[in-house]
């Protein structure tokens, strides 16, 4: 009796950890770190709309980007609006912005701010600690991003 009080009991156990995983699942928990989605929308509060064509931000990351096709138009609507800096290709920062950018892009422009811009602060109270649009030739838009510690 015992052998079945221990099957029985550990069984309700396992079933209650699939039950609250598939919940989480199933409830809408993001597979990357959120910054995607709430980049977006700040982006989005403030009249430019992105459509990704894909983003990269890995739950272990703090940091990530989005992917977009370039418009001249949301360039230079991005600029206005949170006070990008040109950024010149002497500048050491290219070479972070591409490997940020996943390593394998021809850029063409970039532009940034950095050190906790306030015009990055999120709704939800969270802060970038930078933000980066870095061009491609091949006509795409990089947008660069991290959450600030604390």
Not at 11 to 21: D, E, F, K, M
Not at 93 to 99: G, M, N, S, T
Not at 112 to 125: D, E, I, Y
Request: positive net charge; glycine residues 10%; charged residues 20%.
């Amino acid at each position: 009796m015992s052998k079945n009080t221990k099957s029985s009991g550990s069984a309700p156990g396992y079933s209650l950890a699939l039950v609250l995983a598939a919940g989480l699942f199933a409830g809408g928990c993001s597979r990357d770190n959120g910054l995607p989605k709430e980049l977006t929308r700040h982006l989005a509060d403030r009249g430019v709309q992105i459509t990704p064509i894909r983003a990269q931000a890995p739950l272990s990351s703090r940091g990530g980007y989005i992917v977009a096709a370039y418009n001249a138009q949301t360039v230079t609507n991005i600029v206005a609006t949170f006070k990008l800096e040109k950024i010149e290709s002497d500048n050491r920062q290219w070479r972070w912005a591409i490997d940020k950018a996943g390593g394998a892009v021809n850029p063409k422009e970039l532009w940034g701010v950095a050190g906790r811009p306030a015009q990055f602060k999120l709704k939800s109270g969270a802060q970038f600690e930078y933000f980066y649009l870095l061009i491609t030739v091949d006509g795409l838009m990089y947008l660069i991003a991290e959450y600030a510690y604390g």
